[in-house]
């Protein structure tokens, strides 16, 4: 079974202040993790995956996770926030293998001050 | 080309209702998805469906019932709606099998379920 825990529902961050994003998984086999944003009234989409090979990841939009298995965590973050990164942004596993169908975490809502 | 369509956008219906969501893929993929959101953005995957598997979240209500009319296309169609129904709900697909496999999900626009 997996499972995905996202430290704090909420983040605040001044507008160009370092934004990071925790995201902590448990899975019984090499997981594959993924970053999601959602803007408001819109669906998911996609900021970045790791499934193998290098474990620092780039996604979009200056974003970045680094996938560290011995502390099973897979971080969100950008050096300098901008107002548009407001936003829910989702962490998800799956145990690509056994189950494609992916786990997600409940969110962390990201909000930017000026 | 929007690549995941879901219709309408906005349903406000009555207790006790029956109610269809449509949902479109044009990426080609084996795999598509329902999840719900509720008001505080968690989450749940309702089901997950390809041409061969139906895998339901065994939490999910039968009153709940994905559709697929072919690849392309997964319905979901609601009976006896209850208040608790209301949601946003979000189609979604993937590409888990074959040499074009990439497990993200690709997820339509929502939409946001109002029972009075």
């Known amino acids: 079974a997996q499972s995905v825990t996202q430290l704090g529902s909420h983040v605040s961050v001044s507008e160009g202040a370092l934004v990071l994003l925790r995201c902590n998984y448990s899975?019984?086999?090499?997981?594959?993790l993924f970053w999601y944003v959602q803007y408001p009234n819109q669906g998911l989409q996609l900021l970045l995956k790791y499934t193998t090979g290098a474990t620092l990841v780039k996604g979009i939009n200056g974003f970045e996770a680094e996938f560290k298995k011995s502390e099973t965590s897979f971080h969100l973050t950008k050096p300098s926030a901008h107002m548009s990164d407001a936003a829910e942004y989702f962490c998800?596993?799956?145990?690509?293998?056994?189950?494609?169908?992916?786990?997600f975490g409940r969110g962390t809502s990201l909000i930017v001050h000026p | 080309d929007t690549a995941v369509s879901q219709t309408p956008k906005y349903l406000v219906t009555q207790m006790g209702n029956d109610k269809s969501i449509k949902c479109e893929q044009n990426?080609?993929?084996?795999?598509m998805y329902w999840y719900k959101q509720d008001s505080k953005k968690f989450l749940k995957i309702m089901f997950s469906?390809?041409?061969?598997?139906?895998?339901i979240n065994e939490t999910v209500p039968n009153r709940f019932s994905p559709k697929s009319p072919d690849k392309a296309h997964l319905n979901l169609h609601i009976n006896s709606l209850e208040l608790g129904d209301s949601a946003v709900y979000f189609c979604a697909c993937s590409q888990d099998r074959g040499l074009l496999v990439s497990y993200e999900q690709y997820f339509g626009p929502g939409t946001r379920l109002t029972v009075t």
């Open positions: 899975s019984s086999v090499p997981p594959y």
């Open positions: 469906y390809n041409n061969k598997e139906l895998i």
């Open positions: 998800a596993v799956s145990d690509a293998g056994i189950s494609y169908i992916p786990t």
């Open positions: 990426l080609g993929h084996d795999t």
